[in-house]
């Protein structure tokens, strides 16, 4: 094949594999739990029993371990711990059973705050004994209050401290919250009895289509991150020594941590394969905990560390600094559209001398056509000769036949790991740009913004140099703004604010380039009349 040839299915090729991603994002989501309304409802009880507290760190599946699975319980509100962010609900059974947050930017579909815990999932600070008679006796019993049923921590924190007594032994939950919804827990037990803890099953706030983590995130005493999504849960994973266990969605988690001490994870399968997080407890156990929207600031406030919580996927060695440098050029900005369009900017002055070079390449392609055309004739019957004049004819006119694909090879993966930023940033949410977007993390209400895309990526394509001699693969390139189109409309707006400034500044670069090659040639003329001239 010649290069010529390969240049142009290569394009094709990313054209296609970008509009495949971009469909399977839409068209086929990961899982996600619908929530309903009301936050004291039935518990369900797992499909897999509690791990074996024998071992340091080993999930069983069902019928080798000593411990039952949590029984069937109807819960009902024992305590309420209120902040100006949240309202957090503790149930007859010591667990979080909802968290409601307060702040204008979360609200659910009917603009009510929003509850982002499944009522009808395990709860965190769940306990679940290794004993199976313990554990049943454990969910028919509640725990007593301590003290005061309500907990003020709006500018302060509260402690809670909850009882269950039990046949055998005493439960108690000394649970200190901040206002940011993070807390402390102290758990002991007044006699040796191996039990587990849970962060419970991760947030349900998200009810989006798109192909975002949700699942569990360990971070290893060795700081690799460790993600187990949803569905892909086998019920053996274990981790000895974790940093970090959180059960996360798009914006939210409920997230166990201890950077001292460790925590000896297990991760259970739970129905549909999806994992539940499982932590090793003591008779005097300490451990701390959050519950809330990854946002980078708050949980960079709680400890630096826990920003690693905030996951991105595919390409988080591109997305983890690209967010960064987003958050940092926020800070000075104070808007989220203009630092987008800034951070833009930058990634475009950066990329500018390769996509210079391979801008002029595509140009001095367009002119060799007519040349490359004549060998095509010319040496139909032999191809390896006609690669051998092909090559002679770009050596000689500096022109690279793979020059032009080097930009998008290179855009490619950064509008991935921009779309995992933009996708998945806490941040976004009820940012608001200009005047008709609200919420960059939400579609455009108008269509503005995608339709604006399509125009730019056609402006684009028409001074964009091209020599597609193949009619279908011509007609793939036309369309293919309106296909960008057409499914641009379900993103967030803050991307297809990215990918419209992009084109924006890829237009501006291609006139110029253009203009330079302009001079270019006529200097080049000049040069050559000249040469003629002295003869």
């Excluded at 401290?161 to 200190?176: D, G, H, N, P």
């Excluded at 102290?186 to 947030?203: C, H, K, M």
């Excluded at 959180?246 to 297990?266: C, K, N, Q």
């Excluded at 630096?304 to 967010?323: N, R």
Aim: glycine share 6%.
């Amino acid at each position: 094949m010649e290069q010529q040839d390969l240049q142009k299915r290569l394009l094709i090729a990313l054209a296609l594999s970008f509009l495949v991603f971009i469909a399977f994002t839409y068209f086929f989501p990961t899982q996600n739990v619908s929530q309903t309304a009301n936050g004291n409802a039935t518990q369900s009880s797992t499909m897999n029993q509690a791990p074996d507290a024998n071992t340091k760190s080993a999930p069983q599946t069902a019928g080798t371990s000593a411990a039952a699975a949590a029984p069937v319980t109807v819960s009902q509100s024992l305590a309420t711990v209120t902040s100006n962010h949240f309202i957090m609900t503790i149930d007859t059974y010591g667990r979080i059973a909802q968290m409601e947050l307060l702040e204008s930017k979360y609200k659910d579909e009917n603009g009510k705050a929003l509850k982002i815990l499944d009522p009808n999932e395990v709860k965190p600070l769940e306990i679940r004994f290794s004993d199976a008679a313990l554990n049943e006796e454990a969910f028919k019993t509640p725990y007593t209050i301590v003290g005061s049923d309500t907990i003020d921590v709006t500018t302060a924190s509260g402690t809670l401290v909850l009882e269950q007594r039990l046949s055998s032994l005493t439960v108690t939950k000394k649970i200190t919250f901040q206002p940011t919804g993070a807390y402390d827990i102290a758990v002991t037990t007044s006699s040796e009895a191996p039990y587990f803890i849970t962060p419970g099953y991760r947030p349900v706030a998200d009810h989006s289509m798109y192909m975002v983590v949700r699942g569990a995130l360990i971070k290893t005493n060795d700081d690799i991150i460790k993600t187990i999504e949803d569905g892909d849960a086998k019920g053996d994973e274990s981790f000895a020594d974790a940093k970090i266990a959180s059960a996360l969605d798009r914006y939210y988690a409920s997230l166990f941590y201890d950077f001292d001490r460790g925590l000896d994870v297990s991760v259970l399968k739970e129905k549909d394969d999806n994992p539940l997080i499982f932590v090793k407890g003591n008779s005097n156990m300490n451990l701390h905990g959050y519950l809330g929207p990854k946002d980078h600031q708050v949980l960079k406030a709680i400890n630096p560390e826990l920003t690693d919580a905030i996951e991105f996927g595919w390409f988080s060695f591109l997305a983890i600094p690209f967010f960064k440098v987003l958050l940092w050029i926020h800070s000075y900005i104070g808007n989220w559209g203009w630092a987008i369009i800034i951070f833009t900017l930058l990634v475009k002055t950066v990329l500018f001398p390769l996509s210079y070079k391979g801008m002029m390449s595509m140009q001095k392609l367009k002119d060799l056509a007519p040349k490359m055309k004549d060998l095509r004739e010319k040496y139909k019957g032999d191809p390896a000769k006609m690669n051998m004049q092909m090559m002679e004819l770009y050596k000689k006119h500096g022109a690279n036949p793979m020059g032009g694909c080097l930009p998008m090879l290179l855009q490619i993966p950064v509008f991935f790991a921009l779309y995992r930023v933009l996708l998945n940033a806490d941040e976004l949410q009820g940012a608001s740009w200009m005047l008709w977007i609200n919420d960059l993390s939400r579609m455009d209400p108008y269509f503005i913004l995608p339709v604006l895309m399509g125009l730019s990526m056609f402006v684009q394509q028409k001074i964009t140099p091209s020599n597609f001699t193949d009619p279908l693969q011509e007609k793939i390139f036309r369309w293919f703004p309106v296909m960008m189109t057409v499914f641009f409309v379900y993103f967030p707006a803050g991307l297809v604010l990215y990918w419209l400034v992009n084109n924006i500044f890829t237009i501006a670069q291609q006139y110029y380039i253009n203009h330079m090659y302009a001079k270019h040639k006529e200097a080049a003329i000049a040069l050559h009349h000249k040469g003629k001239d002295g003869k």
